[in-house]
Structure formats: structure tokens, C-alpha cells
């Protein structure tokens, strides 16, 4: 009964999903260069997330957490958006076209969704490319290296600048949002994230109660794979395209 208040039958076969809701993980951008951090190269192999990825590393010490995070800026200025980051603005276009909603949320603080032009995005975890000040709360873009002694622009306090990221410990952004769009989604598809971090890896189990088509899109079988209804493997390049390409002649059929 919930599927069909959330779908839109359009003729024999065809069905366009009123509403879809998108993860994605660190696997999207690993074809564009910006690593994972579980795999076994990732990020966490080489680095404690307690020493660069907690407000207590941060407080411990500030200097290796900013190396940390001017690294991936860094490396950021340098990447570019891959076939998966295009096709997946591509498909909000073509839903946004159809009387549909695609919501793209993000686990990654890279900014390739928005090169590749999707626009209706939440990044959950914060981006890379903004800082937010622990004295004044002040927020906003910042490109290039930050230092333990770099003055905020609005109060003028040295060392209270920090990436605007999401550490382990603190609260994710947009939670209500997202979860009050599961719970009136049709279809919810996950690309790229391993399953092992909550809240995201409870997004599929938040979506499949309200009924919604869940597919998983991976390099290969998640943590939590056994909770989707349906899994396409292969590196994001190529199975996301195929995918949108297949749902996108399904919604035109
Ligand atoms: P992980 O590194 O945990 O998982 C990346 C997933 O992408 C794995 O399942 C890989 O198999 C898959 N993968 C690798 N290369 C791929 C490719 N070319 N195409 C498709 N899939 C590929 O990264 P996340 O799940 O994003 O949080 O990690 C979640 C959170 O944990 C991150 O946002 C970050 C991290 O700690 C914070 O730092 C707060």
C-alpha cells in the first residue's frame, strides 16, 4: 500500500519514483583520486580517525588534524568529477524534469557532486571547502590551508578555526530532513560506502520499512548488503552509469 502512495504508475511497466533518496560514499570519488578509508590502501590504514577525526584528536593536537585536512584540500584542487558524479546529476535533471525529487545525500566532504552539477545535495558529514570558527560560530568557504594560529575573519581569536566537518562523536548535519525524506521515498539506492558508519549504514533499514525499492551499488557487497533488495557490482564509473542509464530509459519508456 505504502509503494503505491510513493509511486506514480506511468503505463504498462513503467514506474516513475516520486521521490528518491541517494547515499554515497568515499567509492564514488575513488576514481577520481580522493581515496577510501576502509579499503586496503584507505585513509584509516595509515591514520588514527581518533587522532584526525575527533573533536578530542583536534584538541590534543591541532597542528597534525590541519596537515590532515590541508592534505585532502589539496588533493581536491586536483580532482575532478567522475562518470558516476555525471551521471547521477544527469538522472536528478532527468527526474526533476518528470514531477519528480532526487535528494543526493553525501558521506564525502569532497566537492564532486557539485562540479559534476548536482544541485539538490546534503553533505552529511560537512565539506572540505568551508571552515567554522568554535568561538564565534562563524561559518563559511575556505579553499585554501589552514594553520593552529590562522585568525578568524569575524572575531579575530587565533586557533579557533577548524574544518566544518563532521568528527566521530558529533551529529551528522540535515538528520531530520533526510530521514523524514526516507520515510516517503520509492527508491533508496546506496553507492560507494562500506556500511560500517551510522547513522548513513541505517539509512536502507529507515527506507525498506517504508516500503521503498533499495539497491546497492558497490565495488562489493557492503557490511549491510543482505539488507538491499537488489546489488550491481563493479568499480562507480561504470555500474552507476549503466544503472542510470537503465533506469533512466525505464522512466522514458
Ligand atoms: P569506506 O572507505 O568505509 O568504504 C568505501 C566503499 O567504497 C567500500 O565498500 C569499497 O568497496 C567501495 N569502493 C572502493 N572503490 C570503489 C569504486 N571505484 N567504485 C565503487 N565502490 C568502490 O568509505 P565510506 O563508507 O564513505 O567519516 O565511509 C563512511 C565514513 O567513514 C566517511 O564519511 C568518513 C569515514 O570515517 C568521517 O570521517 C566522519
Redesign the pocket.
Known sequence: MICLIQRVFRGAGSVLYKSIVILT????S??SGMG????KD???TRYD?EDV?TPEGFARNPGLVHDFYNARRQALRDAEPNA?HHALAKLEQVVAGMGGELLLVT???DNLHEKAGSQNLLHM?GELARVKCDACGVAGAWTGDLFSQTECWRCGQAGALRPD????GEMPYGMDGIYERLSACGLFVS???????YP?AGFVMEAGMAGAHTIE????P?ANARGFREGRY????E?VARWVDDLVAKLRA
Do not use: K, M
Not at 165 to 168: D, L, T
Not at 234 to 237: C, I
Open positions: 560514499g568515499a567509492g564514488v575513488a576514481e577510501t578509508f576502509r579499503d584507505g585513509i584509516w580517525l577525526a558516476a558521506q564525502n566532504i558529514h566537518v563532521v568528527w566521530f553507492i560507494g560506502t562500506s556500511g560500517e558508519v548513513a551499488l558497490n565495488l562489493e557492503s563493479g568499480p562507480a564509473s555500474v
